[in-house]
């Protein structure tokens, strides 16, 4: 009867008219839905990139990433962080990628080939949501942009910088990555301070950059380090392949 509302649900009647329509208009129909849908997916992205490439400044200036989070910065996405804007790019079906590029750091650490900061009081929770290895930023970046194409180069020249500023400052306040985790004492300290002092500027391809092993030995006895620990320190410190003597 006219003027009655046709009762049929909505997703009834719009298929109704389809197969009413030509070949040629449903095509058209078809296509304009897909155009529409592309626009939509290509503004979501632009929107998704503008909103991480905000995010990478913070996450450079991070003293570490944990395993989870390194995973989905490999997958060039936003981890999830308190207080911090969510990846809004990011659905469930990313999860098997994010899952395989976790397996893959872990294989990394098991292999030696990504140094990493663990802690003696590892939960399973910690296990279970990726909590229980760290990575220092410049570590990490420098092993997953050889291995993860969407690893973002933006949040790489950020670390890059922000790790150059803090050498400048000569901040003593930096997470030392030791093998064994995060356990430290006066001589480690000394170590790495030595380290940072006397060969963080050392380039392979010039020898002359390398320090004596006498200069380095003075230096830590002037910083309370007996001889005998001081002349063990700097020959741990030292390159390996370098010639004994002076350098030109």
Not at 120 to 138: C, E
Not at 222 to 227: L, T
Not at 228 to 248: F, S, Y
């Amino acid at each position: 009867m006219q003027g009655l509302e046709d009762p049929r649900p909505a997703i009834e009647r719009r298929l109704a008219a389809y197969l009413l329509e030509s070949d040629e208009s449903f095509e058209a129909t078809v296509k304009k839905a897909k155009e529409e849908d592309r626009q939509r997916a290509e503004a979501l992205e632009r929107v998704a990139e503008a909103v991480r490439a905000g995010s990478w400044p913070k996450w450079a200036r991070k003293d570490l990433w944990s395993q989870a989070e390194l995973a989905v910065l490999c997958c060039g996405m936003i981890p999830d962080d308190y207080g911090m804007t969510p990846d809004p790019g990011r659905t469930n079906l990313d999860s098997n990628r994010i899952n395989s590029a976790s397996d893959q750091v872990a294989k990394a650490v098991l292999a030696g080939n990504l140094e990493c900061v663990s802690h003696s009081d590892v939960t399973t929770a910690d296990r279970l949501y990726g909590a229980a290895r760290h990575f220092r930023p410049i570590i990490a970046v420098e092993w997953a942009q050889h291995r993860f194409d969407s690893f973002p180069a933006a949040l790489a020249d950020e670390v890059r910088k922000f790790s150059a500023l803090d050498r400048a400052r000569g901040s003593s306040g930096a997470v030392h990555s030791w093998p064994w985790g995060m356990h430290e004492t006066k001589l480690l300290k000394k170590l790495a301070e030595a380290a940072k002092k006397y060969w963080g500027l050392y380039d392979p391809g010039d020898p002359s950059t390398a320090p004596e092993n006498e200069t380095v030995v003075q230096w830590l006895k002037s910083q309370g380090v007996a001889e005998r620990n001081a002349q063990v320190m700097a020959t741990m410190l030292r390159a390996d392949g370098l010639k004994p003597g002076r350098r030109k």
